[in-house]
């Protein structure tokens, strides 16, 4: 399925597949829409205390209850679905814990990509809210950024981007991993690109 983004109005994700050897159902929600400098992406999680111990970006964000969000591009601008089991092809993976701390990489093969520096970060414009019985985490992902790493405009209307949500908390007694698009690794991977979703602005 392809997805249209649109600057008028947020599309609505339910994050509710629980994969693996999850103890514990965490109900969340992701937005997407976008301006015109910027994805913009909004989580919604219905959770009381959330397990919150990072507090600086690039520490394991993972460990804490964290939202993620992956997006992929083509090595190359197209305006069709492209091959996501492509080595080639380009990623970001952005995982916040319910502080704001973020971490994230870029780059094609899972080993070898590289961490967002801190002007990087400076320039997600990350917000947090916490209320007695859930939290929210929203942030914007530049399309200067996109094409900095990318190397062209990846995000322009009508290019096809591909993408997946989850929730996820790796602590064993907290243990949960949800997601948008199911994933069919046996085993916890969030980096198998061929299980995401297609999307483009319009």
């Known amino acids: 399925m392809l997805y249209t983004l649109s600057t008028k109005q947020k599309i609505e994700f339910n994050l509710d597949n629980f994969l693996w050897n999850s103890v514990k159902n965490t109900l969340s929600k992701a937005y997407l829409s976008y301006n015109e400098n910027a994805l913009e992406i909004n989580f919604e999680v219905f959770e009381d205390k959330p397990l919150t111990n990072c507090n600086a970006h690039m520490q394991k964000t993972c460990l804490d209850s964290c939202v993620e969000f992956f997006i992929a591009f083509d090595h190359q601008a197209t305006t ?74 990846a995000l322009a209307p009508n290019l096809v981007f591909a993408f997946n949500l989850y929730k996820i908390c790796e602590d064993k007694d907290n243990l949960h991993f949800a997601c948008f698009k199911p994933m069919s690794s046996p085993n916890p991977n969030f980096h198998k690109l061929e299980d995401f979703v297609f999307a483009k602005l319009c």
């Open 80 to 153: 069709q679905e492209f091959n996501l089991v492509s080595s080639k092809n380009f990623y970001f993976n952005f995982e916040f814990n319910s502080q704001g701390c973020c971490y994230a990489k870029a780059g094609t093969i899972r080993a070898q990509r590289a961490a967002l520096t801190a002007d990087d970060f400076s320039q997600l414009n990350i917000q947090t809210q916490k209320q007695q019985h859930s939290w929210s985490l929203s942030f914007q992902l530049p399309f200067s950024l996109v094409e900095k790493y990318v190397g062209f405009k």
